[in-house]
């Protein structure tokens, strides 16, 4: 059976996880050393180390995203949070900085490393150079590749693959997007925020509601109308007199039906995106998707999906998987 790989940014969202079926669950510290670094988010040290308990009573996994990249001289404070995972039982730790993995192979050689697909590793000449030259076990796949491809990769590399499944769709390569950045002055890849709430405004102007970031104004929707969280690649723009979604419209990842497939195509886990939902999202797409994994292991057919209501938009798509994502 394919692992599940689940959400929490909260306690109470990992113990919802592992009591819904989570394999294994992925969070991090309070801090910028990962990049889902909002208020009211994430591990204290006792936090996490009670969560591992938690989970590995449970036979659950829990692995910490320290996937930011450091600072020059600010390095200490993430060689703490790697010290400190291992002091908690984490089972591994999710990493993108190349001095990280070289610190945490010297230092840390018994502490299990997945590559984050913060470090945008799509290919197997650079997913092998990492596992030979810093021993990373699983690589997470960007979202920008194809089945097949993901299948192309796994004939030619010995590491485990993870990709995503469902949840919030970044429509850029993931590590190498600046748009948020330049629109807010804090980076996703340097400071752990993507259209951070601080930089988001709401006004109502006319018959209309404008959503900015940074300044920007990103959509006008009607008033009463839903009103998109404002990123800038799922933003509304006028370009040669039309107004659309340039990017991708403002939709979520389901992969669900398409599970039998990556499993073809050598997928090891499979993640669920989410740390900033509520422990009530988490507990029911995990449930969801422990059903669906469990019928493809027993060759069974998937359930339907039920978790329409809970994407972005009430819409979904597979997004590069089947290259119907424009």
Not at 2 to 11: D, I, R, S, W, Y
Not at 67 to 85: I, Q, S, V
Request: with cysteine; net charge neutral.
């Amino acid at each position: 059976m394919m692992e599940l790989v689940c959400p929490a940014g909260t306690p109470a969202a990992l113990r919802a996880a592992v009591e819904a079926g989570a394999h294994a669950i992925y969070c991090g510290f309070a801090d910028e050393t990962n990049a889902r670094n909002f208020p009211g988010l994430n591990f204290s040290r006792e936090e996490l180390a009670e969560g591992v308990a938690f989970a590995h009573a449970r036979g659950a996994k829990v692995l910490v995203a320290i996937n930011t990249f450091p600072r020059a001289g600010a390095e200490p404070l993430w060689h703490r949070a790697l010290a400190d995972a291992e002091t908690a039982g984490a089972d591994a730790v999710i990493l993108a900085d190349l001095g990280l993995l070289a610190h945490t192979a010297e230092h840390h050689p018994n502490l299990r490393r997945h590559l984050s697909v913060q470090a945008a590793a799509a290919n197997p000449d650079a997913i092998n150079l990492y596992a030979q030259a810093f021993g990373v076990r699983r690589v997470v796949l960007p979202r920008v590749l194809s089945v097949q491809e993901i299948a192309a990769i796994n004939r030619e590399i010995d590491v485990e693959t993870e990709v995503f499944v469902f949840g919030g769709l970044c429509v850029m390569a993931e590590g190498r997007c600046s748009l948020s950045s330049y629109a807010t002055g804090r980076s996703p890849n340097m400071n752990g925020v993507c259209s951070p709430a601080s930089h988001v405004a709401y006004a109502e102007e006319g018959p209309e509601l404008a959503a900015r970031l940074g300044g920007f104004t990103i959509h006008r929707t009607p008033k009463g109308a839903p009103a998109p969280y404002p990123t800038l690649c799922k933003g509304c723009f006028t370009s040669a007199e039309q107004t659309g979604h340039i990017f991708e419209d403002p939709v979520s990842l389901d992969a669900t039906q398409l599970i039998p497939a990556l499993a073809r195509a050598g997928v090891s886990a499979l993640k669920i995106e989410g740390r900033q939902r509520s422990r009530a999202y988490v507990a029911q797409v995990v449930r969801s998707f422990r059903a669906a994994v469990e019928a493809q292991a027993a060759g069974q057919p998937l359930p339907e999906s039920a978790l329409a209501r809970l994407t972005e938009g009430q819409a979904a798509t597979t997004g590069a998987y089947a290259k119907t994502w424009r």
